[in-house]
C-alpha cells in the first residue's frame, strides 16, 4: 500500500491527490473485470456526480423515476440550479424509455440516458442491449449504475454502455467498513475527464479504503454465490408466507424482469424487495423484532441488512409496507428462523 502525498521529483508519480499506486492496483483489478479502464472515487456518489457533472450546461438526463435516491437527489440539486434538465422514466420499459430519448434529442446538447439495473430497491430489469443501441442512435450517451450486479452478474459495457459507476462501498468491497467509488469506461475522452474531476474536486479515495476494497474483491465471487443462493431461497419461502405480498426477486419465476435477466445476467442478485401487510406499521414491526438480521441501511455485505425505505421523504413513492433485504452470507436456515419468529411476533401469522 502506497501512503505518499508527495513523491520524489523526476518520477511519474507528484502528488497524493493526482496519483496512488494503490489506487492502480484497484483499478486495474476492476477494469478488468468490466472489461474498461477503472478510474476510484471516494465514494459512488463522488463516481456518479462526476459522470453527471461531466455534461454541458442544459443537458438532459434521462433517468429511472426509481433510481437510488443519492442519484435522484444529485439530479434534483442540478435541475434546481438549471445545471441540468431531467426526464424520469420507468426504465424497465424500453419502448417508453426511448420515446422519451426521442423527444429529448437534438433538445440541447449532450443528453444521457442513465440507467440502473436491478434498480434499487424495486429490482427492475432494463434492456441494456435495446436501451444503448436506441440512445446510440438518438445521439444520447449511456451510463448505468452497476452497484447492485457487480461486473460478476453483468458487463454493461459489453452491451454498449459508454460508463458504468460502483458503490464500491456495497458488494465489491463487502465488509461495510468501507466507503467508495468507481467509474469504468472504454472511452479515452470519459476517462481523461473523469480523472481531470477527480483531482480537481479531491474526491479520491483513501489508500487504506482502497486496499480493503481491493482486499473485498478477492473474495466476491465466493461471497456473491453464497449470498446470492441464500436470496433465492429467501425469495421462495417468502413467496408463500403468509403475511408477506408481492416479493420482488429476479431469480423467481414470475417476477417480470425474470425472461431479461436470465438473457442478460449470469446470477440474480443478492437483493429481495418484499411487501408486509399492513404497510409502513407491518414493515417497522417485522423489522423490530428481528434478532439476527440488522435493520441498517446499505447493502452487499456479509451480514444482512433490512430497511424500509419508505421511511426516507424521497422515497414516498415506494409501497409503505416495502422492505428491501440485502441477503448476506449467514446460513439461510438461520436467516429464515429470524424473518419467521419477527413475522410471528409482529402479528403477521
Ligand atoms: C449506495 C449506492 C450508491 C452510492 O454509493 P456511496 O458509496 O454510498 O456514495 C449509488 N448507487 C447505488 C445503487 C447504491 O446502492
Request: charged share 20%.
Amino acid at each position: 500500500m502506497s501512503l505518499s502525498s508527495t513523491y520524489r521529483a523526476g518520477g511519474s508519480a507528484t502528488y497524493g491527490r493526482d496519483h496512488n499506486a494503490t489506487w492502480e492496483a484497484f483499478e486495474a483489478a476492476l477494469g478488468g473485470l468490466e472489461g474498461g479502464t477503472a478510474v476510484a472515487f471516494s465514494s459512488g456518489m463522488a463516481a456518479i456526480a462526476a459522470v453527471i457533472e461531466s455534461l454541458p450546461p442544459g443537458a438532459t438526463v434521462v433517468a429511472p423515476g426509481d433510481a437510488y435516491q443519492g442519484t435522484r437527489l444529485l439530479i434534483d440539486d442540478l435541475t434546481a440550479t438549471d445545471r441540468i434538465r431531467v426526464r424520469a422514466v420507468d426504465i424497465a420499459d424500453t419502448d417508453a424509455t426511448l420515446r422519451v430519448c426521442t423527444k429529448i434529442a437534438g433538445h440541447g446538447p449532450g443528453g444521457l440516458l442513465w440507467i440502473e439495473s436491478p434498480t434499487n430497491p424495486l429490482l427492475a430489469i432494463a434492456d441494456l442491449g435495446s436501451l444503448s443501441t436506441g440512445a446510440h442512435r438518438l445521439g444520447l450517451r449511456v451510463a448505468m449504475d452497476n452497484t447492485l450486479a457487480t461486473p460478476l452478474l453483468q458487463r454493461p459495457l459489453d452491451a454498449g454502455v459508454d460508463v458504468v459507476v460502483h458503490s464500491v462501498t456495497k458488494l465489491l468491497a463487502g465488509h461495510s467498513d468501507v466507503v467508495m467509488g468507481a467509474a469504468v469506461s472504454r472511452d479515452q475522452a470519459v476517462i481523461t475527464e473523469l480523472i481531470k474531476r477527480r483531482s480537481l474536486r479531491g474526491a479520491v479515495p483513501g489508500p487504506f479504503e482502497t486496499l480493503l476494497a481491493l482486499r473485498g474483491m478477492r473474495t466476491l465471487a465466493v461471497r456473491l454465490e453464497r449470498a446470492e443462493t441464500n436470496a433465492a431461497e429467501l425469495a421462495r419461502r417468502l413467496s408463500g408466507r403468509r403475511g408477506i405480498n408481492r416479493v420482488r426477486y429476479p431469480g423467481l419465476p414470475d417476477d417480470p424482469g425474470h425472461g431479461r435477466a436470465c438473457e442478460q445476467m449470469q446470477g440474480f442478485g443478492a437483493m429481495v424487495a418484499f411487501e408486509v401487510d399492513g404497510g409502513a406499521d407491518g414493515g417497522e414491526g417485522l423489522c423490530r423484532h428481528l434478532r439476527l438480521i440488522v435493520p441498517g441501511t446499505s447493502l452487499g455485505g456479509v451480514e444482512s441488512l433490512i430497511e424500509r425505505r419508505g421511511r426516507y421523504p424521497a422515497e414516498r413513492h415506494l409501497p409503505p409496507g416495502l422492505l428491501r433485504l440485502s441477503v448476506g452470507i449467514e446460513d439461510v436456515e438461520d436467516l429464515w428462523a429470524d424473518l419467521d419468529q419477527a413475522c410471528k411476533a409482529a402479528g403477521l401469522g
